[in-house]
């Protein structure tokens, strides 16, 4: 609430944020639907930059749920944190509160093509 | 096949910092070129190691990853340890061990990239049997390919883009049959120079800030320093090196005046078209989003033209405008501070030293320089000419600190241009007395003798461990026993570091002397110092004690009485 009337921030908007952050991270090769119904939910309907991203506007705080697929090959736990490292400023820079919590769900590995005998 | 491979310059990166000129090293058997390997990736981690601060440092923007300098180093050494600890000195075993090392070190997103390129390259090498140049270049292609895996939309002007130019260079130079290693490396180093260089003109961001990318400037730091490995050079850490660096800087100022950015919202908003209406009215445009919410960024003069555009379409929210002029000028005059600017000292001081302690402590008392060195690691000539030219003062004084210095010292003295006298301290206590003496109002001679015979009124005591059994001065010295030195005499010896130590405060006389300070080593344990204290303190109850940080390789502790 401001003197002058209310601002509310859409989910999306968050989420558009979120995307834009996890895109930046070394090791996210992808973003994954949760389930198949979200799946083709996500091709109807959401816009593709923001699939496997859940945002949930509580009262007092900002969820963000990121559904991310990780290169084989790199430490998933590094990769991770980088993520909710990113997001968090992203967004906290953006919403201007801290009261966020981002959780992420390592959803699929991708493996590359490798060379043999590694 | 011997002399096109690549060859470690033996043991550059512990004992050796007196360059390439004085040793020519045979080149090792093929079946150790594991080890050539770890040792040049050695090399290329004390060169980041060293440059890690500056690296740091051009992580102008609040970003997440602020430290990538840190984070790239701890992501190396991790490689680098794994790989001294690898079971075989085949070159597949070594680089596995070098990705594996990686993978469980990484920090920070340029680690994670470091990880992913060293896994490339250590893929390639896997059934490598010897270090040619164009299996180097392969590897270097493979480290490419691997890294630009790895990420959703590869950003040019990033350690991405110099790891791509470095695997194009290499790759080129390598269908040359007449290359060797060192060459190639020069080659991978110079692409690297040049991409990173680059860099400001592919990325905004980097060029708005005036820095060039801090992973791309890690990588290029990395291979420099295997090619000075490979070359002979020095890459130890040292105070002259730091100040030559040759470290990037780009500077540009903006042309628009106003950083703006906010989120419109609606209905079946046209990214395309709101993009092409922002579009006349500045630069580094970024219109992100969907029909409902969008994001924009722009740079302009006049931040209130795009928002009057973007009231038009939808609804604006999150409004920021910043002054860019002012960010600049606030991250110039940051840069500008950054090496002290102190006004420039008629008197300059040199001082040699092993230890972060003792470097903190000669710097907090005037020292100007400190190079790295000691009983184990002597700067050379070269170096130690090098620190003094890089001082602003016209007159110099170096303090060798240490008996194995005070010779290169004094070859250093006639060659410079400068007027360089040398105060032959032979402990680091020493040195600290004789700084205590300058007097900033006299000239140098006669500061030299001031310095001179404050430095011989310390007494030090130096505690650490005989590497050998001998008899020295009539004292019989058995491996691994405890030994006292007294003005690097040695005077006792034994199993406890406590009666070795009062032993030699004895020989030393300290019941004349006011104060002992114990320099605590990197060896030195907690209980054990509590014990050393407790002991001098209930012998010597009149001498005041203190304890300080040293953390001197070597000697668990050193104590100055005075």
């Keep these: 609430m401001s003197n002058n009337g209310s601002i509310e921030v859409s989910p999306t908007a968050v989420a558009t944020i979120a995307a834009e952050a996890v895109s930046e991270c070394y090791g996210v090769v992808g973003m994954a639907p949760r389930t198949a119904q979200e799946a083709i939910l996500n091709a109807i309907h959401r816009p593709p930059a923001t699939k496997g991203i859940r945002v949930d506007l509580r009262p007092d705080s900002v969820v963000v749920d990121l559904h991310v697929i990780i290169e084989y090959g790199t430490r998933i736990v590094t990769v991770a944190d980088n993520v909710i490292d990113a997001v968090r400023f992203r967004l906290e820079q953006a919403l201007g509160t801290s009261a966020l919590r981002v959780n992420v769900y390592v959803q699929d590995v991708r493996v590359g093509t490798r060379q043999p005998g590694a | ?562």
């Design chain 2, 1 to 562: 096949m011997d002399d096109t491979q690549l060859k470690g310059h033996a043991p550059v990166v512990k004992d050796d910092t007196r360059g390439a000129s004085q040793d020519k090293v045979a080149p090792p058997a093929s079946r150790c070129d594991g080890s050539a390997l770890q040792q040049a990736l050695a090399s290329g981690l004390a060169w980041l190691e060293h440059h890690s601060d500056a690296i740091n440092a051009l992580n102008v923007f609040p970003v997440p990853d602020g430290d990538t300098g840190t984070n790239m180093v701890l992501t190396f050494r991790a490689a680098v340890a794994e790989a001294a600890a690898a079971a075989s000195e085949e070159i597949g075993e070594v680089a596995r061990a070098v990705a594996r090392g990686a993978l469980m070190g990484a920090r920070g997103n340029s680690g994670v990239i470091l990880s992913q390129l060293l896994r490339g390259m250590a893929d390639a090498l896997q059934s490598a049997t010897s270090l040619s140049p164009r299996t180097i270049a392969d590897s270097f292609a493979a480290a490419r390919d691997t890294a630009y895996k790895g990420v959703m939309r590869p950003v040019e002007g990033t350690i991405l883009t110099v790891a791509k130019e470095v695997a194009s260079a290499t790759s080129r130079a390598a269908r040359n049959e007449n290359i060797d290693p060192a060459q190639l490396l020069s080659i991978a180093t110079e692409s690297a120079r040049h991409a990173v260089a680059a860099t400001p003109s592919q990325l905004p961001v980097l060029a708005e800030a005036g820095v060039v990318d801090a992973g791309g400037q890690g990588l290029f730091i990395i291979l420099e320093g295997i090619h000075r490995h490979l070359t002979g050079q020095t890459v130890q850490a040292n105070g002259a090196l730091e100040r030559k660096a040759d470290l990037f800087s780009f500077s540009s100022e903006s042309e628009y005046g106003y950083d703006t950015q906010f989120l419109v919202h609606g209905r079946q908003l046209d990214v395309d078209e709101i993009r092409a209406g922002l579009e006349p009215m500045g630069d580094s445009l970024l219109v992100v989003g969907d029909s409902t919410t969008i994001k924009v960024h722009i740079h302009t003069d006049r931040p209130g033209d795009p928002l009057n555009y973007a009231v038009s379409v939808g609804a604006v929210s999150d409004v920021v405008v910043e002054n860019m002029q002012e960010q600049y000028q606030h991250f110039i005059a940051e840069r500008a501070r950054e090496p002290e600017p102190r006004p420039v000292k008629a008197l300059g001081i040199v001082a040699v030293a092993q230890g972060e302690g003792f470097r903190r402590v000669l710097e907090s008392l005037g020292a100007d320089l400190v190079v790295e060195g000691g009983q184990t690691m002597n700067p050379s000539v070269e170096e130690l000419l090098a620190a003094a030219e890089s001082l602003e003062s016209e007159q110099v004084v170096i303090l060798p600190n240490n008996k194995n210095v005070i010779m290169a010292a004094g070859q250093a003295l006639p060659l410079s241009s400068k007027q360089i006298a040398m105060v032959p301290t032979r402990t680091v206590p020493e040195g600290i007395g004789a700084l205590l003496a300058i007097n900033y109002d006299v000239g140098l001679e006669e500061n030299v003798d001031a310095m001179t015979q404050a430095g011989r009124e310390v007494q030090t005591i130096e505690i650490t461990v005989a590497t050998r059994s001998a008899r020295v001065n009539g004292i019989k010295v058995k491996e691994g026993e405890h030994i006292g030195l007294l003005n690097t005499e040695l005077v006792a010896t034994g199993n406890n570091i406590s009666r070795v130590a009062l032993k030699a405060l004895k020989d030393g006389e300290a019941e004349n002397y006011e104060i002992a300070t114990i320099y605590t080593g990197r060896e030195a344990r907690d209980e054990t110092t509590e014990q050393l204290r407790e002991a001098i303190s209930k012998r010597y109850p009149e001498l005041e004690l203190e304890i300080v940080d040293g953390s001197q390789p070597h000697y668990q502790y050193i104590i100055a009485v005075e």
